[in-house]
């Protein structure tokens, strides 16, 4: 559903797509009960060190999309990024911060009516749990490519899973991100594509886009 909440006159030179300065996405990947939310909260953080080392720059992020690239350019720069874990009851996981205003009272609520709608109340399990947790992707760029977002997603969660195992393993020190933190960076120079499939669609959200204040 969609409501629409202002209306104002803009220029005839006004583009939807071109007069935007930037856009800024969500992307909500719901967490089975069975993982730990402690352990997507570790993921959260080393993907948050990860996307640290983009920020601001711009780069070539042809690797990151789909089909022909229809601009004349594929470099594109993150404004803003970060990563959020949530557990069942709409608590952030090792930050104080929402990822966007009440989604963490929006998210609770979610899980609640799942669990409504599937569990009996006689039965006494409750409603919503720590469990049925999410993590949250934001991503505020000057302009994105086909695809971009969902690529991104799904290659920072393989280079963030890949991390975390080899800590497993006593190869690297989490604490140490110098050794790690530069590794997506390095996997988006590269240009491939061969590597990175897009995360579902069902995830993404266009939450904001800023335009041109002259418009």
Known sequence: DMRVLAVRRVHSSFHATFSAVSREYLYV????PVESTAAMARLARVVDAMLSEVVGVEMD???????KVKTQTS????????????DGMGRPMGRADDVVPEFGDCWREEVFQQKQSSTSVDGGEAPYSA???CLVFRIQGNRFLRRMVRKIVNSLLQEATRILEEEEDGCIDLEDSEKWSRRWRERVELRDRSGSTPAPPGGLCLWRVEVDSSM
């Open 75 to 86: 470099l594109c720069t993150v404004l803003d990024a970060g990563c959020w874990c949530y």
């Open 61 to 67: 992020y042809f690797g990151m999309s789909s089909h």
């Open 29 to 32: 990947l719901p967490l089975p």
């Open 131 to 133: 469990g049925d947790g």
